[in-house]
C-alpha cells in the first residue's frame, strides 16, 4: 500500500514539475546569495542555471529513487560529497535543498493526511542518506 501511496505522490508532484522545479529554484537561490553573506563569501556556489539543473536532477532522481530504487540518490550524495565540496557545497547546502524542495511540495498541493505522512517518510529518508554521504549524525525525529 504504501508503495502505491510513495507512486502515487511522485505522479502528483512530477505533474506539477515545471512549477515546483521554478519555485525551488527561486527559493534555493535566494537562500545560497543569503548563505553566502552570512558566510562572508562574494560569490555564490552556484549560478542560477546551475540551480534550475540541479532541482531537475534531483526530482527526477527522487522520482526515479522512490519508484524504482532508493540508491539513486545515495549514489547521487555520496558523489556530490565527493566533487561539488570542491566548490563549497556543503551538507548545510544539501539540507536547505531539501527543506525547500519539500517545503514547497507541500505548498504546491493538498495532500491528504495519508499522502502527508508518506511525503514526510520520502523527505525523511533523503534527509538520512544525504546525512549518511556527508558523515553527519542522525538528529531527525519521525
Known sequence: MLEDTNEFIMDRINALREELIN??????????????????HS??????????????????????????????????????????SRRGVTWEHQRVFIDI?????????????????ALEQIAQHMYRLGMEAYGQEAVLTE
Not at 23 to 39: G, I, K, N, P
Not at 53 to 65: E, P, Y
Not at 101 to 117: L, M
Open 23 to 40: 519555485r525551488v529554484a527561486d527559493a534555493y537561490m535566494l537562500q545560497l546569495q543569503t548563505m553566502a553573506s552570512e558566510q562572508g
Open 43 to 84: 560569490e555564490l556556489v552556484m549560478t542560477y542555471q546551475e540551480v534550475v539543473n540541479t532541482v531537475q536532477r534531483i526530482h527526477d532522481n527522487l522520482r526515479a529513487a522512490v519508484t524504482l530504487d532508493w540508491g539513486l540518490i545515495q549514489a547521487d550524495y555520496a558523489w556530490a560529497a565527493r566533487v561539488l
Open 101 to 117: 524542495y519539500f517545503d514547497e511540495v507541500r505548498q504546491i498541493h493538498t495532500w491528504s493526511p495519508g499522502e502527508y505522512e
